[in-house]
């Protein structure tokens, strides 16, 4: 049985170490905001829905310990904090919603102690929803999934990306749930191998058919008739694209080719509609997370990488977003307006 991905207990935030997995599960204590902004960077916590969680936290826990006898005082802490928790990842839309919704309801407080009270409830209160939203998400997306579906899935959209359940694998919880006979390809997801380590741990643990491919091996699947649909994930849904795990397009353009339905599973919060892909910073990540190898150089000295962290779909090669209030279709024109504050 896995924990929660996060969540609070006290003045302490308590969240699972995903680096460790599937080897060691092990959860981290922590009462430092600037600590939770590095397991954020260091992807100890990830995942986009999970990343709202952790910046609500984060901000939770700079008003938890703020010293500040003011107001004025009070919020500029809260603000700094924001600031670098804000910093750590540039594409998950989901973590500045976190950290906006959590400053708003401080910054509604007329006292100290009753801002602290705010910014708490509301962290706790986007944890909670989360849940709510991916079991919403998850019966919406059920109908999809016809029975003895083989689905393939890109990184880890499940419970360890979210609270619980998950989005893309909430789908699949949730087909199973409706007495569905499943079964998942995980692509490993190079480079961090969040689907080796993290989709196939899950799933596995309850019990879930599941393999894991190389992110290469999934076009030949799909020419082989091994895969009937596609359920991925999102970081951003623009008005024109999805941003998700590098390696995502190239799916949705095979499943294309195919003629394999590609969804999409993500919550309205995920939503950045004002937004079109050109205007998304698209996070890059360290060389070495490509260059090394075990701990060994594989890559010459002095030749680059380039380490994209997510890639753009855009809505042309999508069959269906599906979202906690049902499935959005092509040709999207009644995309909902974004919930970012
Ligand atoms: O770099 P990560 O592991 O945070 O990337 C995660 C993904 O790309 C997920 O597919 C996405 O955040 C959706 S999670 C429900």
């Not at 310990?65 to 750590?88: H, I, K, N, P």
């Not at 855009?314 to 092509?330: C, K, N």
Request: aromatic letters at 6%.
């Amino acid at each position: 049985m896995i924990p929660r991905t996060i969540a609070r207990e006290g003045e302490v935030i308590v969240f699972i170490d995903q680096t460790l997995l599937p080897g060691r599960l092990e959860t981290v204590r922590c009462t430092d905001p600037e600590r939770l902004a590095t397991a954020i960077r260091r992807l100890e916590v990830r995942g986009a829905p999970a990343l709202g969680i952790a910046g609500a936290y984060g901000v939770a826990l700079a008003a938890m310990q703020s010293e500040a006898g003011d107001m004025e005082g009070f919020l500029a802490g809260l603000v700094d904090a924001a600031g670098y928790l804000r910093g750590t990842r540039p594409t998950a839309v989901n973590l500045g919603w976190g950290i906006d919704r959590v400053l708003a309801a401080a910054g509604t407080a007329e006292t100290v102690e009753s801002a602290k009270e705010a910014a708490v409830a509301e962290a706790d209160r986007i944890a909670a929803e989360d849940e709510a939203t991916c079991r919403a998400i998850g019966r919406h997306g059920a109908a999809l999934i016809p029975d003895g579906a083989r689905v393939l899935t890109h990184c880890n959209a499940g419970a360890l990306a979210c609270s619980t359940w998950g989005t893309a694998l909430g789908v699949v919880r949730s087909a199973v749930e409706a007495g569905k006979e499943v079964s998942v390809t995980a692509c490993e997801t190079r480079p961090l191998l969040q689907g080796a380590r993290l989709t196939a741990f899950e799933l596995a643990e309850d019990g879930i058919p599941v393999r894991v491919i190389t992110d290469s091996t999934a076009a030949f699947l799909m020419r082989r008739g091994e895969i009937d649909c596609v359920v991925v994930g999102a970081d951003r849904i623009t008005r024109d694209a999805v941003f998700n795990k590098i390696g995502t397009y190239m799916h949705a353009v095979c499943a294309r080719h195919h003629g394999i339905p590609f969804y999409v599973a993500a919550p309205l919060s995920t939503f950045d509609t004002v937004r079109s892909e050109a205007e998304v910073v698209i996070e890059e990540r360290d060389e070495d997370e490509i260059a090394v190898f075990n701990g060994r150089r594989i890559v010459r000295e002095g030749v680059r990488c380039t380490t994209y962290a997510f890639d753009a779909t855009p809505l042309d090669l999508v069959s269906g977003i599906v979202t906690e209030e049902g499935v959005f279709r092509p040709p999207f024109d009644l995309m909902p307006e974004p919930r970012n504050i």
